[in-house]
């Protein structure tokens, strides 16, 4: 499976951040429902490196809707 580049954490929630909701459209994640995106290191300008944990929802039509309805 292709994932495509990550938004930029900084603009994430820290529910985003911590895996307990949709990077992309910020839905809350269910368990068996959700694609597990990997630890992901980053690197804040200001600040010390740390992990964060990306999941997305696994139905990326449901999520892309999601998405469109509810810009950032
Ligand atoms: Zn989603």
């Known amino acids: ?10 603009e994430l929630s820290e529910q985003q951040q911590r ?6 459209c910020s839905f ?5 429902e959700d694609v597990d995106l ?8 200001d600040g010390a490196a740390y992990s964060w944990f ?3 929802c ?3 039509e449901v999520c892309a809707a999601r998405t469109a ?3 950032r």
């Open 1 to 10: 499976m292709t994932v495509k580049d990550l938004p930029p954490v900084a």
């Open 19 to 24: 895996g307990w909701r949709c990077v992309w």
């Open 28 to 32: 809350p994640v269910t368990v068996g």
């Open 38 to 45: 990997g630890e992901q290191r980053a690197r804040p300008a």
């Open 54 to 56: 990306p999941r997305a």
């Open 58 to 60: 696994a139905d990326t």
């Open 69 to 71: 309805k509810e810009p």
